[in-house]
């Protein structure tokens, strides 16, 4: 018993004497241990992302070493210095002597410039919608063609074309694009929320089954029509495509894109928390609902007047944000400049394999994005599923 009470800790000295106060956890090896605000875990770091400068600075090589295989690639084969001379004497003509035929000049300028910058602005737009829709409805799967989108814009579009409806003269087109962009968005996210959630499966069904509605409701109003040769070319445009692209053609889809873009860069912040949670962002003082509704009329006002002009073009705007995730992180004051200058430059050179790979013949460039971007979703699904 003696040697018990020797060895024993809970001595009467033991229990008189005061117990030091645990030091606070960041008093004792503050110097030995990273600031974890500074440094997370290394379980939590995310490997192999490329510093934004340097992503910034090689896609914005990228995109001109893209825009000049576009202009000087074709049946007609031009080289990369004639292109920038021809590009500098249209800009500057004092500081470049012509000493190319004038057909050369005219393939540059006329005839594939426009289709060139068309397709960098479709690719643009494109993959902001697609960075958007992703987050407003908490999906990696949201995508223009997948939710309807491009299908309500392609029905207004039809209806237009092949019935000659100019309820807003000549504006009529894009208009009636937006509205059924509008529309259709607004219906599959009514349709997918339920008890207050969306959920991913309601989702992607909503937008399958919408898709295909309004892609048979197109399909009924180009057979109805009785004209056959309108009926052709707009079936046509229904797989996407930029043939005929001339200067008049771009102002209409640039103001859209440039807009788009500017209110979904200001919203950037607002958008990182919103992808963070409903509750999350309630609680910081986003009105939750007046934030989608505003963006669900951005995007579809994107989305309405590219279809208009290019007709829908799919997966786009599922590949690029995904892409420009993995280079720079979920932040979408980094993904979006990053996401919009990939899109850019995948279009343009879709849209070169497009005309350049069945020469004479010219393949929809809706086709190509698709079998792009089919095993990419595939990839995606699983990677999600996983």
Same mark, same amino acid.
């Given at each position: ?35 974890? $605000?500074? $440094? ?33 690639? =074709?049946?007609? @084969? ?91 003269? @000549?504006?009529s087109l894009p208009v009636t694009a937006f509205v059924g962009a509008l529309a259709a968005l607004v219906a599959v996210y009514v349709l997918a929320r339920t008890g207050g959630r969306i959920s991913t499966l309601r989702l992607i ?30 079936? *046509?445009?229904?797989? =996407? %495509? ?17 807009? !788009? ?15 963070? %949670? ?38 786009? =705007? ?10 720079? =992180?979920?932040?979408?004051? $980094? ?36 079998? !792009? @971007? ?8 699983? *990677?999600?599923?996983?």
């Amino acid at each position: 018993m003696a040697e018990t009470s020797e060895t024993s800790d809970d001595t009467p000295e033991t229990r008189a004497a005061p117990r030091a106060a645990p030091a606070p956890p960041d008093a004792a090896g503050a110097q030995d241990r990273p600031d974890r $605000r500074e $440094r997370p875990p290394a379980s939590r770091r995310r490997r192999g992302r490329v510093p934004l400068p340097v992503a910034l600075a090689l896609l914005l090589a990228a995109l001109p070493l893209a825009a000049t295989l576009g202009v000087g690639v =074709g049946s007609v @084969g031009v080289s990369a210095a004639d292109t920038w001379r021809i590009l500098l004497h249209q800009a500057a003509p004092g500081l470049v002597t012509p000493t190319w035929p004038p057909a050369t000049e005219a393939i540059v300028v006329t005839a594939r410039l426009p289709r060139v910058l068309l397709a960098a602005l479709v690719g643009a737009g494109l993959a902001g919608v697609g960075l958007v829709l992703q987050t407003l409805v908490r999906n990696p799967l949201a995508d223009p063609l997948l939710l309807g989108v491009s299908s309500g814009a392609t029905l207004g579009a039809v209806v237009v074309a092949v019935f000659g409806v100019r309820l807003f003269g @000549g504006a009529s087109l894009p208009v009636t694009a937006f509205v059924g962009a509008l529309a259709a968005l607004v219906a599959v996210y009514v349709l997918a929320r339920t008890g207050g959630r969306i959920s991913t499966l309601r989702l992607i069904l909503s937008g399958v089954v919408m898709a295909e509605v309004l892609a048979a409701a197109a399909a009924l109003a180009i057979m109805t029509s009785g004209d056959p040769h309108a009926a052709t070319l707009v079936q *046509r445009w229904t797989l =996407g %495509g930029l043939g005929g692209t001339t200067w008049a053609t771009l102002p209409a889809p640039a103001a859209a894109v440039a807009v !788009c873009t500017l209110v979904i860069a200001a919203q950037t912040p607002a958008l990182n928390v919103f992808a963070l %949670g409903e509750e999350t962002a309630t609680g910081v003082g986003l009105g939750v609902n007046g934030f989608r509704a505003a963006m669900f009329v951005v995007t579809s006002l994107a989305t309405g007047v590219l279809v208009a002009v290019s007709g829908p073009v799919g997966f786009v =705007g599922l590949m690029t944000p995904h892409i420009a995730r993995m280079l720079v =992180g979920p932040d979408h004051r $980094r993904t979006l400049p990053v996401a919009v200058l990939i899109g850019a430059s995948f279009m343009i050179l879709a849209d070169l394999a497009a005309r350049t790979l069945a020469r004479p013949e010219e393949i929809p460039v809706g086709i190509l994005t698709a079998l !792009c @971007g089919a095993p990419f979703f595939l990839w995606l699904m699983r *990677r999600s599923t996983r």
